[in-house]
């Protein structure tokens, strides 16, 4: 869907390193949310915002920050990536026509 | 919070047989049940929902049923084609937080 694009797709880095995924919208929805996708585990909550500069905890959260500082733009960071968090994450918004994803960032920590 | 089960993992059917995926959820103030596909490699996209205040919803060869009171709903695809191979996800939710089933790979041999 055009409304809603992540960067990058794909990314490698090192152990250790801080990491930024950015979500851009462009249909003004106020919620936002960052799951990761892991083989047997299905989508996961990391975090989710429901408004400029409210965000709150998922299930899984624990390694990973957020910032939401305009309705379009939600960013997700790896403060200190680990091997564990080599993932699949997909960032989402939910409209009327229910959740709408972005393609997803492929993350690999090395 | 919530907690959304799916079964089964995996699902086997030959081209031209129904296939049936179920969700039970725990949290009787969920409303919103949608139902996701997704193809390998890329995004899960919005196949079918519904919602607490209907029991049936169907749109051409798929249908999902919602039981209440059992907490539980269902995805049903009659005459199974190739193209319908993909992992599928239920979620359940309130207003905003879905939680997501770990979803079923459905394999349709031709």
């Known amino acids: 869907d055009a409304g809603i694009t992540q960067s990058p797709r794909h990314k490698v880095t090192e152990t250790g390193t801080p990491v930024t995924l950015r979500c851009h919208q462009t249909?003004?929805?106020?919620?936002m949310y960052w799951y990761r996708q892991d083989p047997g585990h299905g989508l996961r909550l990391i975090h989710y915002?429901?408004?400029?500069?409210?965000?709150d905890k998922g299930e899984v959260s624990d390694g990973y920050s957020v910032s939401r500082s305009k309705t379009e733009d939600f960013l997700l960071t790896l403060e200190s990536a680990t091997s564990s968090q080599t993932s699949v994450y997909f960032c989402?918004?939910?409209?009327?026509?229910?959740?709408?994803f972005g393609s997803g960032t492929r993350l690999t920590v090395v | 919070g919530e907690n959304v089960e799916q079964h089964p993992s995996t699902l086997s059917v030959q081209e031209g047989d129904s296939a049936v995926i179920k969700c039970t959820y725990s949290?009787?103030?969920?409303?919103?049940f949608p139902w996701y596909k997704q193809e390998l490699g890329k995004r899960p996209q919005l196949i079918i929902d519904?919602?607490?205040?209907?029991g049936e919803k169907k749109d051409q060869r798929i249908a999902v049923t919602l039981n209440k009171t059992a907490k539980h709903f269902s995805l049903h695809i009659t005459e199974t084609q190739p193209e319908d191979s993909a992992v599928y996800f239920c979620?359940?939710?309130?207003?905003?937080?879905?939680?997501f089933g770990r979803g079923t790979s459905l394999i349709v041999h031709p």
């Open positions: 989402a918004t939910e409209g009327q026509n229910g959740y709408t």
């Open positions: 249909e003004n929805h106020r919620y």
């Open positions: 915002s429901y408004g400029v500069k409210d965000t």
């Open positions: 949290d009787s103030a969920s409303n919103y």
């Open positions: 519904i919602r607490s205040n209907v």
């Open positions: 979620a359940a939710g309130g207003s905003y937080i879905p939680t």
